[in-house]
């Protein structure tokens, strides 16, 4: 059985911080990961992808991949509470996504 | 440009009925995945339409059939209702049965309510 997992949370950091994202996965054939951001009550929204090892900057965000140890992290620099929502880590297989439960992050005024 | 669109928006059944779901995805894209999102959970793949068949089939029973029609959208079908099957059905649309490199666009979402 093929696993994606994340830190239950809920993460809670002040308004200004640096929010830390973790995710592991359990298949070493996976090739692209996902981070996607959901508000309550609301779809997923794709943040960011990534398929090689190191980093990738978007504007706050930074994604973190190292498949030496099987692990994709996700950095929100500058954290805003519009910020405050579930994020959720898949890994690509072939046509499908296999999701991580979601950690939830609080970002405080 | 039409994203993925999803109907309907909320739905309320009884145990034991039956239920469909729309979906048409977005513009360009020929495949279509459904995903089924407990509350506090990731979303759980349920199956993958591409070319009017279905491609790719997640740890789901028998009850959960789909469709695709050659104009790409999609119908998912739950028969025989429970509890258990309350949830946000998500709709997923890409190109060529793949996620790409560029992971999907979900639909809005159907929530369902099994009492």
């Known amino acids: 059985q093929k696993e994606v997992e994340q830190n239950s949370g809920p993460l809670s950091v002040p308004e200004g911080a640096i929010a830390s994202l973790n995710c592991t996965y359990s298949d070493r054939g996976s090739q692209s990961f996902f981070w996607y951001r959901q508000y309550s009550g609301k779809s997923p929204e794709l943040i960011m992808f990534?398929?090689?090892?190191g980093d990738k900057e978007d504007g706050r965000f930074t994604a973190q991949l190292n498949k030496a140890s099987q692990y994709v992290s996700l950095l929100i620099r500058d954290s805003q509470p519009s910020d405050s929502a579930t994020y959720l880590c898949?890994?690509?297989?072939?046509?499908?996504?296999?999701f991580g439960q979601g950690t939830e992050l609080s970002v405080k005024p | 440009d039409a994203g993925v669109t999803q109907s309907p928006t909320h739905l309320i059944k009884t145990r034991g009925q039956q239920v469909t779901l729309r979906c048409s995805p977005k513009?360009?894209?020929?495949?279509v995945s459904w995903y089924q999102q407990a509350l506090g959970q990731g979303p759980q793949f349920i199956f993958q339409?591409?070319?009017?068949?279905?491609?790719q089939r997640g740890n789901f029973p028998d009850r959960f059939s789909g469709h695709q029609f050659p104009n790409y959208s999609s119908e998912l079908n739950v028969n025989a209702l429970l509890l258990g099957d309350s949830a946000l059905y998500l709709c997923?649309?890409?190109?060529?049965?793949?996620?790409?490199?560029?992971?999907?666009?979900f639909g809005s979402g159907t929530r369902l309510t099994v009492v």
């Open positions: 990534i398929y090689s090892n």
């Open positions: 339409y591409y070319e009017e068949e279905e491609r």
């Open positions: 898949a890994a690509g297989e072939g046509g499908k996504l296999i």
């Open positions: 513009s360009g894209h020929d495949t």
């Open positions: 997923a649309s890409s190109l060529g049965g793949q996620t790409g490199l560029y992971g999907y666009t």
